[in-house]
């Protein structure tokens, strides 16, 4: 990672707002970043994002966090809010919220009233104006959790917004125990000084973190604490765990009917139910959660909360329940013994009649359906006192199916008409959809996305969609022109689709791990005009190799007035690197070929 310049010292120590040195800080952030016309396609960029954490006299720690925004088109689409919240039984100080002039470097519009500024116990919603108007928004404020006497928390390197420049400080006391792991990261620059140690991990140009990806991307990610241990770590998990469940359970009995006659339809009921209520915080700071006290709010839920009421609940309604926890960095060696080790929570629940299954709150199928974000995944638990980890199998390639069928009729004129179906399955959900966006909705966004390269004429505002949590299948209208007249002939052209991933596969320069077997599918039934007939069908081939394969196929039917073809392309096994990757590249090469392909049609005398 490259190093940035260091930020004053009066940002990192200031006690309230207007010690951020604006003239310093500010316009030396405007002077370094790039314009912001290079983040062309992302709604706004974070000039600065700051994290520094310490320890006070008494035990207590702190976390102090800068973010400073530049707008690039319409921030307030993507970023409406930012809540902050203080720690359960800790204390909020906001240090800065307010517009500043790219050119005066002076506030132009404050963001909170002033009695909102100093010490509080209570949530702070800052709303971002509908444009900042070529200025820069900054943030400021300092949360404190009591009587810890450790300082540890998980931070997400990359977020949903590009970043220039990013500074993790952790200080501790001079010779202090301190362990780190990370994800895409370097190790920390260590600087020992007479009172404290200080370990900072600085990074310029973060991109954007990926949604959707059919291969392995840990996403870069920092965890530390002064305490060190796995079964310290998941001991932290199931206490935080019983923590929130002991909180929230009397608050979510007392508004929501929770028994039923039938305890397994109640149960699949409830997870729903808390599904739809699970959202994923910014995490703009750290991801060391701040409180328990969201149901009292807006009536959502993090992952951690949701996990923690249905194990709570599903347990009294005389389901089997179980605890296990997806680690976000490795595990072997000496790691972190705080709950910042952990990505997500995920239980295990059995239903008095029926079979068991993991689940993890935000997941986009439905209870009873594998997450497919899950598959090829190690979480973590403990039974007996000690460590146990559970692998969810990415299962055959066949129960991870893409598949495109174009079901067209062709005129004398060259024009067709029909449908194009797409139907996935298993984990093409997650590579496909974000997490977080269920249902039709996601579906739509995620078809935005597509690319008809040789084909127009497809309506996406016509789509028909059937979700049903673990697959999701759509129906396109479609009226193009499909094939050039001449005066006797026609020439057709081979309808195809590009998809992001596809891209993705022929960019992919490291050695990469896929995270499921899969297959992919396009086929083509298209009916002859009346009276015309195939001059030359495309040149097909099969390939196979290292697991890896393409099926190619075209055929008549029909007394000679049906064209029929299909590409099946099929990766076996999950491991993807060296010779095996270099081979999903040329036979995606290959089958992307097929959008310059076309069909010789001649009328018959």
């Keep these: 990672m490259l190093v940035g310049i260091m930020l004053s010292a009066a940002l990192l120590l200031a006690p309230c707002a207007g010690a951020f040195d604006v003239e310093q800080d500010l316009q030396r952030l405007l002077t370094e970043a790039p314009s912001s016309e290079l983040f062309e396609g992302s709604n706004g960029l974070i000039l600065l994002r700051e994290i520094k954490y310490s320890l006070t006299a008494d035990g207590s720690m702190e976390r102090t966090t800068f973010l400073v925004f530049e707008e690039v088109s319409r921030l307030v689409d993507v970023l409406p809010e930012v809540e902050i919240a203080p720690p359960e039984g800790g204390k909020l100080e906001i240090l800065e919220a307010a517009v500043f002039g790219r050119d005066t470097l002076r506030r132009t519009l404050p963001l909170l009233p002033e009695s909102a500024f100093g010490v509080r116990s209570t949530p702070v919603s800052v709303r971002v104006p509908s444009s900042l108007d070529g200025n820069v928004m900054v943030l400021g404020f300092k949360q404190t959790w009591p009587g810890r006497v450790n300082v540890e928390d998980r931070v997400a390197v990359s977020l949903s917004l590009p970043q220039w420049e990013q500074r993790i400080i952790v200080e501790v006391p001079k010779g202090s125990d301190f362990y780190w792991k990370t994800e895409g990261m370097d190790p920390p620059v260590m600087e020992r000084g007479n ?58 009995v007392k508004e929501n009917k929770i028994n039923g006659a039938n305890k397994t339809k109640r149960g699949f009921d409830l997870l729903s139910e808390l599904n739809a209520k699970t959202f994923h915080p910014l995490d703009l700071s750290g991801t060391l959660p701040a409180g328990a006290d969201t149901l009292k709010g807006k009536g959502l839920l993090t992952q951690w909360e949701s996990a923690a009421l249905a194990w709570r609940l599903l347990g009294r309604m005389g389901w089997e329940t179980d605890l296990f926890f997806l680690p976000a960095v490795e595990t072997e060696g000496k790691v972190p013994g705080s709950l910042a080790l952990w990505e997500a929570p995920v239980v295990y629940v059995k239903p008095p009649s029926g079979e068991g299954f993991f689940y993890k709150f935000g997941q986009i199928e439905k209870p009873g359906a594998v997450a497919s974000g899950l598959y090829g995944r190690t979480m973590l638990g403990l039974k007996e006192g000690e460590v146990t980890r559970e692998t969810v199998s990415a299962q055959p390639a066949q129960k991870h199916l893409l598949e495109l069928q174009w079901d067209l009729s062709l005129s004398s004129e060259g024009k067709a008409e029909g449908f194009l179906y797409m139907k996935a399955s298993g984990a093409w959900i997650s590579d496909l959809l974000e997490e977080g966006q269920n249902g039709k909705e996601g579906v739509r966004k995620f078809m935005g996305a597509l690319r008809f390269q040789n084909v127009s004429g497809v309506s996406l505002r016509d789509a028909e969609i059937d979700y049903k949590g673990s697959a999701f299948t759509v129906t396109l209208p479609v009226d193009t022109n499909l094939g050039i007249v001449g005066q006797d002939n ?61 099926l190619e196929d075209v055929r008549i039917r029909g007394k000679g007035k049906v064209l029929e073809g299909e590409t099946k392309l099929v990766a076996a096994g999950s491991s993807l690197s060296g010779e095996k990757l270099d081979i999903l590249k040329a036979l995606m090469t290959r089958l992307m070929r097929w959008k310059d392909v076309t069909v010789p049609l001649q009328k018959k005398p």
């Design 490 to 550: 026609l020439l057709v052209r081979w309808p195809t689709v590009f998809m992001p991933w596809q891209e993705e596969v022929l960019d992919e320069t490291e050695s990469a791990k896929i995270r499921h077997p899969f297959v992919f599918q396009q086929k083509l039934k298209l009916r002859l005009p009346d009276g015309y007939k195939v001059l030359v069908l495309p040149t097909t081939g099969s390939y196979e190799k290292e697991g890896v394969s393409l």
């Design 195 to 252: 009172l404290k140690d200080k370990y900072e991990w600085t990074s310029i140009n973060v991109r954007p973190k990926r949604w959707n990806s059919i291969f392995v991307h840990n996403e870069p990610v920092i965890a530390f604490s002064m305490r060190e241990g796995l079964k310290r770590s998941l001991e932290a998990g199931y206490e935080y765990i019983q923590y929130l469940a002991d909180i929230l359970e009397p608050v979510y």
